[in-house]
Nanobody, 123 residues
Framework: QVQLVESGGGLVQAGGSLRLSCAAS?????MGWFRQAPGKEREFVAA????????SYADSVKGRSSISRDNGKNTVDLQMNSLKPEDSADYYC???????????????????WGQGTQVTVSS
């Protein structure tokens, strides 16, 4: 059984940083982070391949965020810097099926989702 548990959200001032973490159980997967703000659709933030060698980022966070993983601990982190009020959202980690080693920016490619962690950036 696959379980994903996010942590690390909170309230931060604009320009600050947060580090989100996702603990996975039930296997090692290609992982992604997505976010959803109130009244908006869920959007891709970052993704990392199962081996950790390939990452991708949404243009909105590129240069300000870094995704990494520790397969020994089965965790995937999202470091976010220079945060902006428009980064405020619920952030979700997601896992692809274990048959895929590649990352994806398409939410439909992720069958497993965490419960989300809230990030609020004040101006």
């Amino acid at each position: 059984q696959v379980q994903l548990v996010e942590s690390g959200g909170g309230l931060v001032q604009a320009g600050g940083s947060l580090r989100l973490s996702c603990a996975a159980s039930g296997g090692t997967f290609s992982m992604g982070w997505f976010r959803q703000a109130p009244g908006k659709e869920r959007e891709f933030v970052a993704a990392i391949s199962r081996g950790g060698s390939v990452m991708s980022y949404a243009d909105s966070v590129k240069g300000r965020s870094s995704i990494s993983r520790d397969n020994g601990k089965n965790t995937v982190d999202l470091q976010m810097n220079s945060l902006k009020p428009e980064d405020s959202a619920d952030y979700y980690c997601a896992a692809r099926s274990s048959i895929y080693s590649t990352r994806s920016s398409n939410a439909d490619d992720y069958p497993y989702w965490g419960q989300g962690t809230q990030v609020t950036v004040s101006s």
